[in-house]
């Protein structure tokens, strides 16, 4: 949910780690930190008085942003500052690392597999805030939390297939994957030109992305207006930064909220913590603690309900999941499998959850098929793929095939 950079080096060619983890690395800072540092750079103060302004000041006696070093390759120096949420003190298991009110989260509608619609509204709000243009208040007056999502382009942002290339698209070797973003991208298409674009032109004050000049008296300039890309940015943000709530106790709709703080938290398939809480008024939505914490420690949450394999995190996220490693028995060595894709080899194998027909078995297999390992880790090893999306889809198919062998 949340990162920012602070230093990076460039990958070296044996690096597996897929892209970085988390949300918010659009987010710029100055601030120099270590390991557990807190983040106090001007756009974080903002977001901690916006917090504290809606009701969730008790929190910030508990968290606050920090950063901690995430190894994004084998050599000692590929080393990335991770933005997340950090624990200003202890706390004991049962007891909640955050409560935020209800009334502060954004309530973007009903949960559905569709998310442009959920985007334009979202859209809609970040402009307002983005262009200073007229509309609600409490619109503008979210632009201090605004201001934390990932930016258009940034890191985070493009690590979804969503922003792929054809040629990186192709190069993950999984057809299932490559339709479904083709899928999402024709959405988002169908919904800017139904939606977005008659309502821009309709309204100067209505997905206006940038500020109005000095100087511009048109009431319909479209050179400010939001494009499609900025709307296939909303539809990515709702995929990966979106929790599903479920109303009161008599309702049996389920809601999109985006939820301060909560969804700044990064990924751990491990997290013992639990989410909890309803969307309804006077409700509150909460982390709490499933171990001790330390003052120190960061707070991740398990993305996905913690089940689901990297073929969603590189879609829905931007990044590739290495943790929960599986080690293999005796008989097969003791090589470390990355639990994220045990589970996509199982689909392949015809086993676990979510199991596909035995049509989209055969494809996949064919796809993967193309190329061998060895092909791929000396692909990879050659320094050759050098675009980040590339890259990311080799790491993301050698990942596949080791998992596949481990257990076949």
């Not at 675009?387 to 198919?397: G, H, I, Q, V």
């Amino acid at each position: 949910m949340a990162k920012s950079k602070t230093k990076k080096k460039k990958k070296s060619s044996g690096s597996s780690s897929g892209g970085l983890k988390g949300f918010g690395g659009g987010s710029s800072s100055s601030t120099k930190s270590s390991a557990g540092g807190i983040d106090r750079s001007p756009s974080s103060m903002k977001f901690y008085n916006y917090i504290q302004r809606n009701g969730g000041e008790s929190n910030l006696k508990r968290v606050g942003l920090g950063y901690f070093p995430l190894q994004i390759g084998p050599d000692k120096n590929d080393i990335i500052q991770l933005r997340g949420v950090i624990a200003l003190k202890d706390i004991s298991k049962g007891e909640a690392i955050i409560d935020i009110p209800y009334e502060m989260a954004i309530n973007l509608g009903r949960e559905s597999a569709d998310p442009t619609l959920p985007a334009t509204t979202l859209l809609q709000k970040y402009c307002t805030w983005k262009s200073n243009s007229d509309g609600p208040p409490g619109d503008k007056e979210k632009g201090d939390y605004f201001a934390m999502l990932p930016n258009l382009e940034s890191d985070d942002c493009l690590g979804s297939t969503d922003f792929f290339t054809d040629t990186a698209l192709d190069m993950l070797q999984n057809p299932i994957i490559v339709e479904e973003t083709l899928s999402r991208r024709e959405m988002v298409a169908a919904r800017y030109e139904r939606d977005v674009l008659p309502m821009a032109q309709m309204s100067s004050n209505l997905y206006r992305w940038e500020e109005r000049k000095e100087d511009d008296d048109s009431d319909n300039d479209e050179s400010n207006i939001a494009t499609q890309l900025h709307l296939q940015w909303a539809s990515w943000i709702i995929t990966s930064r979106v929790l599903t709530v479920q109303g009161p106790p008599e309702s049996t709709t389920a809601n999109r909220l985006l939820i301060p703080l909560i969804d700044m938290c990064n990924h751990d398939r491990d997290s013992p913590h639990v989410l909890t809480g309803r969307a309804m008024e006077g409700g509150s939505l909460k982390v709490v603690a499933g171990a001790d914490i330390k003052a120190g420690d960061q707070i991740n949450i398990g993305y996905g309900g913690s089940v689901e394999g990297n073929d969603r995190f590189i879609q829905d996220y931007g990044f590739l999941d290495s943790g929960g490693s599986l080690e293999l028995g005796k008989n097969k060595g003791k090589e470390l499998i990355p639990e994220a894709y045990k589970i996509v080899a199982k689909k392949l194998l015809g086993k676990g959850r979510n199991r596909m027909s035995v049509a989209e078995e055969e494809k996949m297999l064919d796809a993967i098929q193309a190329t061998t390992l060895d092909d791929d880790i000396a692909l990879l090893a050659s320094g050759k793929v050098t675009n980040n999306d590339e890259r990311m889809a080799l790491e993301y198919r050698i990942g596949v095939k080791r998992a596949y062998n481990a257990l076949w």
